[in-house]
Every structure is written in structure tokens, then in C-alpha cells.
């Protein structure tokens, strides 16, 4: 059995954080009689973009690639995991320390990571990717990206400027995970995202397994 995996996907449930203005995500556990047998079914209805989900260009680019244009080297493969210290957002001249290359896929691990979010009401200021930092990522030509919050962009900053110069660049977006067990360093991803025909988004499994 491998069990050197670490799953970075956060669980999906009625009354879990979303963004504000999506709707709640509702998990409907039934069950049901089917000749005297107690058949169990759920049913779930939720935005795209809520729990660990991935962005396609699309969500904020008319025009572009949806979910469709995933292929799998934009999320299984070599990743890193790089730990930012600023609690405010994730700059360029921080970046710039990290040796970041061309096609690299990296996750950010934030001071995110050191609250459950998942089960906490929404935070406005959640550490988050600003302008600067996104035009340096497309500089580089990063491959893809991740972060452990809801969105690449702030509540409060940046939210379009940041999503607009990444997706236009075609670099792939992980958003939600859960990097509270991850330290920084070198792993092995495998993301997954559901094939939701011609979508903006699409929640995902991520797990990683630290390389030697
Ligand atoms: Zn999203």
C-alpha cells in the first residue's frame, strides 16, 4: 500500500466556506428503500470554484481555453513548494529569492496554511497573490500554480488584475488546497481535476509524495 501520499485537497460539505456571492455548497445525503434494501445517495450541487478546484483560462478571459484544454503534465508531475513569509500577499521581490524557472509548477504555501480555513467563515484578507508577483510568474513562464486559499487574487487587491495576467498566459491555477502538513521542497503532484465539459473550473484531488 503507498501511503506516503499527502492528500492537499480540502473535504467538500454542507456549510463549508465558499466565496462570497457562490452559492452554499449543499452535499445531500439520502437514503432511500429499494426492495427492502437501504440504498444511500447523495447528491451535491456547487460552484465550480468552491473547496480545492482548479481555474481554466476561461474564467476570466472571454474566449479562452476552458477545463476542456487540460492536458495531464499541467498537474501530475514534478511540483515545489515554496513557503512564503509575507502575511499580507505574495510579492515579486520575495519570489525572486526562489530561482523559479520556465515551466516550473510551484505551490505557495502561506500563513493560510496555519488556520483549518476550510471550516471558518470567509477571510477577506487571505494571503494572496498581487499584481506584481503575477506579472513576474508569467515573466518566468511557469507552467502552473497553486495556492491554499480560494483565490489567486485578494478579496480586497488584485482579485482581476491577478487572474487576468495569469490566465491570459495560460497558466494553470490550483486553488484551495490545504498546505497545513507540507513543508517547502521538491515533490511529486498528481492533480485531477473532474471533466466538466466546457467549464470555467473544476474541483479537484491533489495529492503529493515527496521526491528523494
Ligand atoms: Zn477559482
Not at 177 to 206: F, H, I, Q, T
Amino acid at each position: 500500500m503507498m501511503t506516503n501520499w499527502i492528500d492537499i485537497s480540502v473535504p467538500l460539505y454542507t456549510g463549508m466556506v465558499h466565496w462570497p456571492g457562490d452559492p452554499e455548497v449543499q452535499v445531500n445525503q439520502q437514503q432511500i428503500d429499494v426492495e427492502g434494501t437501504p440504498v444511500h445517495l447523495t447528491s451535491i450541487s456547487m460552484s465550480a470554484h468552491t473547496g480545492t478546484h482548479m481555474d481554466a483560462p476561461l474564467h476570466f478571459v472571454n474566449g479562452a481555453d476552458s477545463m476542456d484544454a487540460w492536458t495531464p503534465d499541467a498537474t501530475i508531475g514534478a511540483v515545489r513548494v515554496i513557503t512564503i513569509e509575507d502575511r499580507i500577499a505574495i510579492h515579486a521581490a520575495e519570489l525572486q529569492q526562489h530561482e523559479i524557472k520556465r515551466g516550473d509548477r510551484i505551490l505557495f504555501r502561506t500563513a493560510n496554511s496555519e488556520t483549518n480555513w476550510v471550516g471558518e467563515p470567509f477571510k477577506k484578507r487571505f494571503v494572496y497573490i498581487a499584481k506584481d508577483a503575477a506579472e513576474y510568474l508569467v515573466s518566468l513562464g511557469v507552467q502552473t500554480v497553486g495556492v491554499d486559499y480560494l483565490s489567486i487574487g485578494g478579496y480586497v487587491n488584485d482579485m482581476v488584475a491577478t487572474h487576468v495576467a495569469m490566465l491570459t498566459a495560460g497558466i494553470w491555477v490550483i486553488e484551495g488546497l490545504n498546505l497545513s502538513n507540507v513543508d517547502a521542497g521538491s515533490y511529486e503532484m498528481v492533480c485531477l481535476p473532474l471533466r466538466l465539459k466546457g467549464a470555467d473550473g473544476a474541483p479537484a484531488r491533489v495529492l503529493l509524495r515527496r521526491l528523494p
